[in-house]
């Protein structure tokens, strides 16, 4: 038999695999006998084991020809003993819901304490709904278009600007990498917006020259898919290193470290830590462990659905941590960022969940956005902060001037059709949590609209509100991408209470 499965990368792409399945790999087991243990045996030999109610039972038959097939390609699969597929697929769907429960919103259907005021924004020349992310720079915004290839900065005195053409960015990050004084941005290039194991994957810098001007220049390129780019001097010799996610696909991804061996020239020589794919996040740390030296923490998706941090291995290399692994490879990490979350000095983690076409299943109660609280101790606790639909990233901000901070988070389901009308169902799709105390208080930004896969918190006006903005991604909808805005902003006015 044939089957078609849509595959989504935690934010950085979709495609569909045709599998097929004859059946019975071994015959040796039959549905009725099959044991409890045989399956957890198997499963665990690739990731944790897949509880039979994470996914509904009309999705498993999929699931299941999927791995089975993942076992002739993928190297990790390799130790995996012959199963019986049809025995699986009767053991899982006999035990599945027929359907995941619907939870209802988690905001309220009262006004938040704060008023925003809803702007939609057109980039112009390269520019539309297909944004993977937006990221604060010191002008203003970066804007990162994954579909159409551009590289855009905007302020509201200056207004769009296009930088070039990067392939298919997922990510900027803005630093000044040649030491001159002026900023630069690197640039995450997956390659190709669907998911490969080909190494498209490049990082690229746009240099910013005397004149304001940007010249792009390719860094490395070869590698897969690259996700995430992150500045860090980790060999404390006063020039920047690189770290690299390279989501790739299923056999070629990994972390590499770009080692900065001349500043003049700016030459990297490529080191790969892990070849692990599905790396969709890294964040430099530097005094998280100050005793190691410069490390850097990694979300892994995929299989993995894990954070690890890696740090320096006397005498070379980089030793791996798990901080925290989900408790299912359904669970979708989407993305992780950073911040002091309870103002204690260290560095706090917050990971969204959120990815769904894996399985095409929408409407997944489990998704939403977690705090990794440091305990100071090499220890992180992991707190729910709220339930959202298709999380697919979150950051941390003071958005209503408290002096602690809150949290801003943004929802991706491509499989909804837009706009939701809120009588068929109230669908959060960007929410702050108010922080109070102990609790994480959940506040509706925007319902019905969930097509932002990257969000973040700045100052737009210049008024000392911080302001939310979330691009706009549309590339896998009917309607050509080229048309619309690229980004949504709520400027943050004033407060109701």
Known sequence: MTRRILIWLAGVGVATLVISSSGCDSGSESTARLEDARVHMVCERCHSFPDPSVLPRPVWRAQIEHMADLTRYVPAASNIP?????????????????????????????????????????????????????????????????ALGS??????????????????????????????????????????????????????????????????????DGIGRVADVRPVDLDLDGDLDLVVAAFGFLREGGVYLLRNESSESLSFRVEQVTDRAGAVSVIPVVDLWPETGPG??????????????????????????????APHPAWGTSHLSSADLDADGDLDFLLSNGDTLDD?????????????????????????????????????GDLDG????????????????????????????????????????????????????GITLIDLDDDGRLDVVAGVNRAWDVTPVEAGPSLEVWFNRRRRR
């Open 296 to 325: 850097f923490v990694v979300a892994f998706a995929q299989e993995l659905e894990s954070v690890s941090i890696f740090l320096p291995r006397s005498p070379v290399g980089y030793e791996e941590r798990v901080l925290y692994r």
């Open 82 to 146: 012959d199963f019986d597929v049809e025995a699986f697929i009767a053991w899982y769907e006999s035990r599945a819901p027929e359907q995941l429960p619907m939870e209802q919103p988690i905001t309220s259907n009262e006004p938040g304490p704060l008023h925003f005021e809803r702007r939609s924004i057109r980039l112009g020349k390269g520019g539309g709904p297909g944004v993977a992310s937006v990221s604060r720079v010191d002008s203003g915004l970066a804007v990162a278009n994954m």
């Open 151 to 220: 590289i855009h900065l905007l302020s509201l005195a200056k207004g769009p600007r296009l930088i070039g053409n990067a392939g298919h960015p997922a990510r900027v990050a803005e630093v000044d990498l040649d030491g001159n004084g002026r900023n630069d941005l690197l640039i995450a290039d997956l390659g190709h917006t669907l998911p490969t194991d080909e190494p498209t994957g490049r990082v690229l810098a746009a240099f910013q020259q005397k004149d304001g001007e940007f010249e792009l220049r390719i860094l490395v």
């Open 360 to 396: 095409g299943v929408a409407f997944k109660p489990y998704h939403g956005v977690r705090w990794l609280e440091n305990r100071g101790t090499g220890e992180f606790q992991v707190h729910l902060v709220g339930r959202l639909y298709g999380a697919s990233a979150a950051e941390a």
């Open 402 to 453: 408290d002096g602690d901070l809150d949290i801003i988070a943004s929802g991706f389901l491509a499989q909804i059709e837009l706009p939701v009308p809120k009588q068929a169902i109230r669908l959060d799709s960007v929410i702050w949590f108010e922080r109070d105390g102990d609790r994480w208080i959940p506040w509706e930004i925007e319902s019905g609209h969930p097509r932002h896969t």
